[in-house]
């Protein structure tokens, strides 16, 4: 961790010696800093110069552009001291030094104010697009729904620098829309506690590049991360979070226009759940030895010939159902053997009674090594394709050897004419010893290669960077923040590590909750349900569940 915030340090100097010096910023080491890159940029050579006699002016206040502005202005106090007030627009002219941020096509106050400057706004934006107009006297930023609000705000906190005339914006017009609808990374809360605290902290960070969902996974082999009310998993556990912190945690990420998905194992993967079901989960699994702590068996996979097993997985999802802020449950069934489509479609059966029952739609995510998708569900589940940097290799194709063994279907998903929607998994392999993450010169290519291969498929909808086996999820930032900058705009056709790795960083040293967190917001460390020791070795299991190794 050190080393990596050591290297931030460098890069952020290389990218901002200009205006760190005080002298005047150039457009390419401004607009280079952003990330994700903003999709058409030019430069007006006006820049904006931000004092406390600035006001950022709402339109259409109340529809969910408060907390958009509200922390932009904090942003502004916290990094410059600079207290820039807020109001709704209550005056048929904007005087010079205003902000005015909203929705164009609903708000005739800032359509007029675009009229008058001779700026058009553009349907192509969509629903998570923004516009950007930054002049000498005045910044005009449209969405068409907070969210694009939110992510065009986003953009401009890192277009402000310091000048020799005091605090600027860059002076630019930006039209700007993601490639993909969903841009995610993960929590795997399953082998190792994920505090409420530090997944807020990294939220905070991923929606600043406009990352929009969690994988948030909980459980596996090792652990159950909720403590559910209507069954028994999660209590072994003592660093289980309960379903109304959860429920908190999601309404904290969606404010910031992050969907929590649940990855709810519901086939392999289910070793935790022997501890408190050993009925309803098989004795075969594959086993691995941690030095001092024991065996452990993992993979083990539910036990399908049970109404039992449908009866617990129906009272797990039933507690995620009601307070979901998105569609999207992930019921896993990846590398458990090829199974049956009916257990999928018994599955899928329960979600959506539940999702009848609270007014709901539900959209089941499933491994793409999983049992194919019954025809009759193929319009509802989304299947999720996986390879990462290593394993998988840096290069992703319809011929890719670990997608085809294992038996992934990449080649009947990316036909075009197929119709069922296919998210992307990519960046770092799962290693069983401590701070096994792979290499960033592997796992960032990887994700590169995921956004370019689903670039022109237009059933392919998402991508996420995950992250298997530890907490300490500061090292998997640079795997976030590439799913950041080309889940947004993979257009380019090549793939520098090195540009790419520096930006990251450079990005992550201009943020607080990076460089210096809360103590509560960083965790005690843990690879694979095992407390680590202050030189990262093995020390102590969480449950104290692992098979003792005889002589040991």
Known sequence: MKSLRAVAMISVLSFCAGSAAGGSCRDDKVISAVIPQPRQVAFS????????????????????????????????????????????VDRAKAPAGMILVGNASKDAFLKEALRSQGFETSAKIGSEGYQLWVRADQIILHGSTPAGQFYGLQTLRQLVYKSEKGIAVKGVTITDYPRYQLRGFQFDAGRCPQSISMMKRIVRICSTFKLNFVLFREGDDELNAIDYETNKLGSLNPRAISIDEMAEFIEYAARRHIKVVPEIESLGHSGAKAYQYPGLVGRRGRTTRYEGIGLRIRKRRLVLEKDATYDLLDSIYSEWVPILSSPYIHLGCDEAGRGTGEHLARLTAILNKLAEKHGKSIRPIVWADAASTPRQLEQQVVRCLWAYGETGGRVIDENNRFLNRQGQNVKALAEPECRQEVIMAGGSDSYHKPLAKAKYENALPNIYSWCRFGKDKPNFIGIFAVQWSGNQHDLWLPDDLTV????????????????????????????????????????????????????????????????PICGE
């Not at 540009?499 to 509560?520: G, Q, W």
Request: negative net charge; aromatic residues 14%.
């Open 45 to 88: 050579g006006e820049d904006f110069l931000l004092s406390d006699r600035a006001k950022i002016l709402y339109c259409n206040r109340g529809q969910g552009d408060d907390f958009a502005v509200t922390s932009f202005t904090a942003f502004l106090k916290e990094a410059y001291n600079l207290y820039v007030k807020t109001s709704a």
């Open 484 to 547: 950041a900058e080309y889940g947004w705009t993979p257009d380019k056709p090549t793939f520098d590590y090195q540009n790419c790795m520096a930006r990251i960083m450079a990005a992550l040293s201009r943020m607080k909750d990076y460089t210096d967190p809360k103590s509560y917001e960083i965790d005690r460390s843990c690879w694979d349900g095992i407390w680590l020791s202050e030189d990262d070795q093995w020390r102590e299991d969480i449950m104290g569940l692992a098979i």
